[in-house]
């Protein structure tokens, strides 16, 4: 069990890792090329809204729901069942999606009030925004189809295309920003167009893959089909309980609209530095973990299935934890190491860091969320996530309320901003620099509290048995993260000012410093006893 877990998610990290520095060079090219302005915000909006439907497919919903029935077709052995079975999803999701396109791209002025209501309805803003969101939204057919040749690969113990497929995205973005958009009278124009290429090609570089497995799917209607039926079954609760981070998200870009022109670009940014651990591992060890799991209900093996669990939370843990105190104390190297170049200044700077400083509180949530929600959706229960999501959610909405309205009446900044905008709170939360940063700090809330509650209803569903060590091993992972913190912090006390070296003296200490960390936690960790073999489970 472990070595084969340990060895798929190492195969899927690798590739992610490769997705994930094209990706850093992609958001590099943004920064040099776009800057944070107005023009990138509303792409930012326009990318997000069929990328949210990415994230329901290829690492939420429809996984969860599609790959546990999946496992049952397998484990009868009939090899045209499991073929029907996926001719029958692929049809019905097509015709789906088709659908959802279509209004989406017809409504795209309204979907876009709806998810950037700050922007003037009127306005060149919200004009430009409509009309990428109607060039980008295909990128969500083409995407969850490729999720689904993704899941089918997964199933199959195929890891590595898929994990590398988003290397295409990655390409295909950097091509239009440098190649497309000078030659654009509206050169943000060629990032959607980017994107709609990218969904495209993620799809047919997956399907030589199902072709040699004999799985190539010849899409047919099968709502009637039982298997689909139970998928459609599972997947209308796991719409919501598998995608709450997404949600949160969505949230706060509604209400980043409202905020300082460049608030949606700076939260963006910060996501995609919490992409690197949370994509690499996070998603490597979920993707892997859920047809393990899946494989040992099916089984009725519940001692595999606590292992598997187990072997998922110590290494969120263990890789969570550095990531978590890295991506705090290392906010403005890596901010301004990588992105503070042509239109991106050390303001932006400066105001992305106070947002990854907030939401990197919530790193080992993040990644536990990505074991914990597959233990249930393995069992096929997709009701218990969606009572902890739903709460999650709320909590997030509850703390934005808070954390601004705090902000506006208890603040020198806001009353000042109060009274420049004749008593408006909303028109006032426009003119305070840094308001962005309570929006991640009430998305790392919300995602504490979405892991804490899986955790406290896995354990009172008692399907999970913890196996021997932990204190130990808490133990070793705090030691090795104390050593990192110091060692780190003495850096960063004799390199302060990033902002004003070039990009080659920013880089080297970078470079040194996360090294030396990095280096200082796998000692410690080796001198506690700590070794690759551990980590292949029980």
Same mark, same amino acid.
């Given at each position: 069990m472990a070595k084969g877990?340990?060895?798929?998610?190492?195969?899927?990290?690798?590739?992610?890792?490769?997705?994930?520095?094209?990706?850093?060079?992609?958001?590099q090219v943004y920064a040099v090329v776009f800057g944070a302005s107005p023009a990138m915000d509303a792409f930012v909006v326009a990318f997000r809204i069929p990328n949210f439907m990415r994230r329901l497919s290829a690492e939420g919903s429809f996984a969860m729901a599609f790959v546990p029935v999946l496992a049952e077709y397998k484990a009868k052995g009939d090899q045209a069942a499991v073929k029907e079975l996926i001719d029958r999803v692929a049809g019905t999701l097509t015709a789906a999606l088709l659908v959802v396109t279509g209004l989406a791209i017809a409504g795209a002025p309204w979907v876009m009030q709806v998810f950037a209501p700050g922007f003037a309805p009127d306005g060149e803003q919200h004009e430009l925004a409509v009309e990428m969101l109607r060039i980008t939204f295909p990128y969500a057919?083409?995407?969850?189809?490729?999720?689904?040749?993704?899941?089918?690969?997964?199933?199959?113990?195929?890891?590595?295309?898929?994990?590398?497929?988003?290397?295409?995205?990655?390409?295909?973005?950097?091509?239009?920003?440098? =190649?497309?958009?000078?030659?654009?009278?509206?050169?943000? =124009?060629?990032?959607?167009?980017?994107?709609?290429?990218?969904?495209?090609?993620?799809?047919?570089?997956?399907?030589?893959?199902?072709?040699?497995?004999?799985?190539?799917?010849?899409?047919?209607?099968?709502?009637?089909?039982?298997?689909?039926?139970?998928?459609?079954?599972?997947?209308?609760?796991?719409?919501?309980?598998?995608?709450?981070?997404?949600?949160?998200? =969505?949230?706060?870009?509604?209400?980043?609209?409202?905020?300082?022109?460049?608030s949606v670009t700076w939260l963006y940014y910060t996501d995609r530095l919490l992409e690197f651990p949370l994509g690499m591992f996070g998603v490597a060890i979920g993707t892997v973990i859920l047809p393990h799991l899946s494989g040992r209900h099916a089984a009725s093996d519940p001692l595999g299935y606590s292992k598997g669990l187990d072997w998922g939370f110590r290494l969120c843990l263990l890789i969570g934890v550095p990531a978590c105190l890295g991506?705090? =104390?290392?906010?403005?190297?890596?901010?301004?190491?990588?992105?503070?170049?042509g239109r991106f200044g050390a303001e932006d700077t400066r105001m992305a860091q106070l947002s990854l400083i907030a939401q990197s509180i919530a790193v080992p949530a993040f990644l536990l969320v990505k074991v914990l929600a597959?233990?249930?959706?393995?069992?096929?229960?997709?009701?218990?996530?969606?009572?902890?999501?739903?709460?999650?959610?709320?909590?997030?909405l509850a703390c934005t309320v808070a954390l601004m309205s705090g902000l506006v009446y208890l603040t020198p900044a806001g009353h000042e901003a109060l009274a420049a905008a004749d008593g408006h709170p909303i028109d006032a939360l426009g003119?305070?620099?840094?308001?962005?940063?309570?929006?991640?700090?009430?998305?790392?809330?919300?995602?504490?509290?979405?892991?804490?509650?899986?955790?406290?209803?896995?354990?009172?569903?008692?399907?999970?048995?913890s196996q021997p060590g932990w204190a130990r091993f808490l133990r070793q992972v705090g030691l090795a993260s104390v050593a990192m913190t110091v060692v780190v912090g003495v850096f960063l006390w004799l390199w302060q000012d990033w902002t004003a070296w070039s990009w080659w003296q920013r880089g080297i200490r970078l470079g040194v410093m996360v090294g030396a960390g990095g280096l200082v936690y796998g000692a410690v960790l080796w001198l506690q006893g700590i070794r690759p073999r551990d980590l292949r489970g029980h």
């Open positions: 877990l340990l060895r798929s998610a190492s195969i899927f990290s690798v590739m992610t890792f490769i997705s994930r520095v094209s990706g850093l060079i992609r958001d057919l083409f995407i969850s189809l490729a999720s689904l040749a993704g899941s089918i690969l997964n199933s199959f113990n195929r890891f590595a295309i898929p994990a590398l497929s988003p290397v295409l995205l990655n390409i295909s973005m950097i091509t239009a920003a440098l =190649l497309l958009a000078p030659r654009m009278e509206q050169p943000v =124009l060629a990032l959607a167009w980017g994107v709609f290429a990218a969904g495209l090609l993620q799809l047919v570089f997956q399907l030589p893959s199902l072709a040699r497995l004999g799985l190539l799917p010849r899409p047919r209607w099968g709502v009637a089909h039982a298997g689909v039926r139970k998928i459609m079954k599972l997947m209308v609760p796991t719409l919501f309980g598998s995608s709450v981070v997404q949600v949160n998200l =969505l949230m706060n870009t509604v209400m980043a609209s409202f905020l300082i022109g460049g991506l705090i =104390l290392c906010a403005e190297p890596l901010i301004a190491t990588l992105f503070q170049y597959p233990a249930f959706y393995s069992r096929q229960d997709t009701k218990t996530p969606v009572k902890s999501a739903v709460a999650s959610v709320v909590i997030n003119r305070i620099p840094g308001a962005h940063a309570l929006l991640a700090l009430a998305i790392a809330v919300a995602g504490w509290a979405n892991a804490l509650q899986l955790w406290w209803y896995l354990r009172r569903a008692n399907v999970y048995q």
